[in-house]
């Protein structure tokens, strides 16, 4: 009697291979869900960093209208300090932000207080500027983000000296196609000048000098505003990736015809400025935000043409939906 319940007792129980094959089994049906997963984690990102453009696309509309339908300067330089960028004027538009650009007197720009406001009148490198541009504003900062370049560490410069802690961004205005190579032409074969996007490169004095609505013959909805540049810190020493300097503002390019102008290697891109490829960490292409306030995808695959048409405002060139 005892040896019967003893052979029932075991069956009851798992073998040791019994084990093993179930272990497996879970094992290949994890590894079978894992890229199905990352591929819905990445989806959600990427529509995360599609809302971030769409509302810095609402902030611009408001500014426009706001200054005679004019899109804010791509940066404003002072006799006396460093360019401040199209991405500190509209800050008063943003929701859930909580700052605000102020041309406010600056009585003692050496001061560090309490006060969030980034002073227009002062460099932006100033102390009284401190806790505006430690600041991380989530709106300017992609969710895919997994490369950085070595000056940046957890989306703030961590590299010592004047721009230490600053906060960064990961997208980059539009000053147009890069106008030092002349590999890149317009559809009529001709080189493209300087400045060809929206927000240009040249230095104002107000922010009532951007663009006009008006001048962007090629349509709104078929120029780019702002694209993904995204992981870069000093961009070589100058700041380039800190959402408070002028210096985030960029022609698109590259000196060598063979890199790609949509996610080529990080080496071929944050070093690069002004001069710059287009870049981000979603699988396969970025998102730019159009002058309409639309969002679209650029496939790395996307013809250069199509792209460089899209680069400018005034080119005459007509980009096919689906390009």
């Known amino acids: 009697m005892s040896s019967v319940r003893e052979k029932r007792k075991n069956r009851l129980g798992f073998s040791v291979v019994e084990l093993l094959i179930t272990t497996a089994v879970i094992a290949i049906l994890v590894g079978l869900m894992l890229p199905t997963i990352q591929r819905m984690r990445e989806a959600g990102r990427r529509l995360s960093c599609q809302n971030n453009l769409k509302q810095i696309g609402i902030a611009t509309a408001q500014f426009a209208s706001a200054h005679r339908e004019r899109l804010p300067p791509g940066r404003i330089q002072r006799e006396n300090f460093k360019t401040i960028s199209w991405s500190s004027f509209f800050l008063e538009f943003m929701d859930h932000v909580g700052r605000q650009a102020t041309w406010a007197p600056v009585r003692d720009p050496n001061l560090v207080t309490d006060d969030y406001r980034l002073f227009l009148n002062a460099d932006f490198r100033s102390p009284v500027n401190q806790k505006a541009t430690t600041t991380k504003i989530s709106q300017y ?5 997994s490369r950085e370049e070595s000056s940046r560490r957890n989306d703030v410069i961590t590299e010592l000296g004047e721009f230490y802690k600053m906060a960064c961004i990961d997208y980059s205005g539009n000053a147009g196609v890069n106008p030092n190579e002349t590999h890149y032409r317009d559809h009529r074969g001709h080189s493209y000048p300087a400045n060809t996007g929206v927000l240009l490169l040249r230095e104002v004095g107000s922010v009532n000098e951007g663009v006009t609505y008006r001048s962007i013959t090629d ?4 120029t780019v505003l702002v694209f993904e540049w995204s992981g870069v810190g000093l961009g070589g020493g100058r700041a380039r990736g800190v959402w408070a300097s002028g210096l985030n503002c960029n022609y698109v390019g590259h000196a060598h015809r063979n890199v790609s ?17 287009m870049f981000s960490d979603h699988p396969g292409g970025i998102n730019v935000l159009l002058c309409d306030g639309s969002v679209r ?16 405002r005034a080119s005459g060139e007509v980009v096919q939906r689906g390009s």
Do not use: F, R
């Not at 349509?219 to 078929?222: M, P």
């Not at 102008?261 to 490829?277: Q, S, Y």
């Not at 995808?297 to 400018?312: D, F």
């Open 219 to 222: 349509g709104l909805s078929q």
């Open 141 to 145: 900062l992609c969710p895919s983000v």
């Open 297 to 312: 995808y650029l496939n790395a695959s996307t013809e250069n043409h199509v792209v460089l048409a899209l680069l400018t």
């Open 261 to 277: 102008l949509i996610n080529p290697l990080p080496t071929k891109v944050w070093d690069a400025g002004p001069n710059v490829p």
